[in-house]
């Protein structure tokens, strides 16, 4: 990998607006100039990463003259890391832009926002993420654990991520030290190696799982590594091999090998006291999930039978089966799928938990029905076409729908409100500070 200084430059650029994603936007003659980290009111020299005939796409080697909403970033990989674009910005001008894009996004689908909704940031900047996926890579030829830079496959590290929980911050940073100390290679640099990591740390108890991903089939250059990290930290409690042979975009796909301690993690949320797999999903800020699933389940109201789609390992399921006298729950992992029904039985009550992809159980949950509520978080994707469809047919009077992209809740919403849907109540979550990412929870009836 080249190293970041021999990329080339161009600018100075003045930044005249922000996109979504974060990035803010400038002109260079003829081409569009695209950069992370920086605002509108900058001046900035730009690393180029991506170019084109017709963009520059970058991040920001040196600021000419700096906006009034710039502020001194605290990250010690400010300059080259592209996770977090409002790094250097004030906290009130994040707030500001990020509600200014639902408005947009709500224009452009031509929904009408109810006149109450909120824009809520229930958790601090720092320190709010409780769940990392990060890449190994080298740089300038050392191994290397971080994140993509964006819009391409070049690895930075970013050790010591302030967004991180602290105990996530040094549990990765033994995890690079010990990679390094047993000659451990990333994938592709003569052959097989290793891929990636998954690392969640609970907020109930501090305790850590690790998942360490490989393509060698043995899986010995991440065992080596567990070996040296679990006598340093008593709070790993958690450990996970994955061999994935096969290239995938799925980070969870490929063998699971189970190789210390406990074979789940143990959180909780909502009075949920729930397990988490090494391939559940669990929410990363889940201080700020808990403040909107609160919210959630309060509006899915109570009944006889409530649907919760997209479960994951069933914290909203169990918390409507407080409410609900029948709750089934649709989750596409099996491992999840599993995790529900313990973590129901533990909080003392009963939930249907279906193992299926939400598209194709119609049939099986139209056998369960009529359902008085759906509750769906689905990925970020959103609900698409086919799981409209699901929901539509399902027929709820009421159904509660949580998004983490807002384009696709704008495009699930406008299907909704064509299938005879009327937009209730909405609140959108800062979930993700100093990132570009934002969760919603909406509430539609039939009209
Ligand atoms: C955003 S998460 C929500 C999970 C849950 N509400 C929570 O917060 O713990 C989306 C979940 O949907 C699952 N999933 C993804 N695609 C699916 C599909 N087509 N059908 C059912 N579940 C799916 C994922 O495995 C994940 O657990």
């Known amino acids: 990998m080249p190293s970041r200084e021999s990329r080339p430059v161009v600018g100075p650029v003045d930044i005249q607006s922000l996109q979504r994603d974060g990035r803010g936007v400038g002109r260079l003659g003829a081409r569009t100039v695209v950069v992370s980290q920086a605002y509108p009111g900058d001046s ?13 796409q970058g991040r920001v080697k040196r600021v000419v003259s700096a906006a009034e909403t710039r502020r001194p970033s605290p990250c010690a990989h400010a300059d080259w890391c592209t996770g977090c674009p409002y790094l ?7 707030i500001a832009w990020k509600r200014g894009f639902v408005v947009e996004e709500a224009r452009r689908q031509a929904i009408d926002l109810p006149g109450d909704w909120t824009f809520e940031t229930p958790t601090a900047p720092w320190e709010w993420r409780h769940f990392a996926k990060q890449i190994f890579g080298l740089r300038d030829g050392h191994l290397v654990l971080g994140s993509y830079v964006q819009g391409t496959h070049v690895v930075v590290d970013n050790a010591r991520c302030p967004v991180l929980v602290p105990g996530l911050q040094v549990l990765l940073e033994r995890v690079v030290a010990a990679a390094r100390h047993v000659g451990a290679r990333p994938d592709n640099v003569g052959a097989p190696g290793l891929l990636h990591v998954l690392a969640r740390s609970s907020r109930a108890d501090g305790r850590c799982q690790l998942v360490v991903a490989t393509r060698d089939p043995s899986g010995a250059d991440a065992l080596a590594i567990f070996e040296k990290v679990v006598p340093l930290d008593p709070e790993l409690v958690s450990g996970w091999v994955l061999i994935q042979e096969q290239p995938s975009n799925n980070l969870l796909e490929g063998r699971a090998l189970h190789v210390h301690g406990f074979r789940d993690l143990t959180d909780t949320l909502l009075d949920v006291e729930c397990r988490i797999g090494p391939t559940s999903f669990f929410q990363a800020n889940p201080a700020c999930a808990e403040t909107m699933f609160r919210d959630a389940v309060e509006r899915a109201g109570s009944g ?20 609900f006298e029948r709750v089934t729950a649709v989750e596409a992992v099996e ?10 039985a533990k909080a003392g009550v009963a939930v249907d938990a279906v193992h299926a992809d939400v598209e194709t159980a119609l049939d099986v949950l139209s056998d369960r029905g009529p359902f008085d509520v ?28 949580l998004s983490c992209d807002l384009a696709a809740w704008g495009k699930d919403a406008r299907t909704l409100i064509d299938s005879g849907f009327k937009l209730g109540r909405f609140t959108v979550y800062d979930a993700f500070p100093r ?7 909406s509430v539609f009836e039939r009209a």
Request: no cysteine.
């Open 374 to 401: 759906v509750v769906a978080d689905p990925p970020r994707k959103g609900l698409g076409a086919r799981g409209t469809q699901v929901v539509t047919r399902l027929a709820p009077s009421r159904l509660v729908l």
């Open 88 to 94: 250097g910005a004030d906290r009130e001008a994040e």
């Open 435 to 441: 990132t570009a990412h934002v969760e919603v929870s």
């Open 304 to 323: 006889r039978s409530a649907l919760d789609l997209y479960s994951g390992v069933g914290i909203l399921a169990v918390g409507l089966a407080k409410r």
């Open 44 to 56: 900035v020299i730009t690393r180029v990463d991506v170019e084109t005939k017709s963009v520059f």
């Open 335 to 344: 491992e999840a799928a599993a995790l529900i029904r313990k973590n129901a």
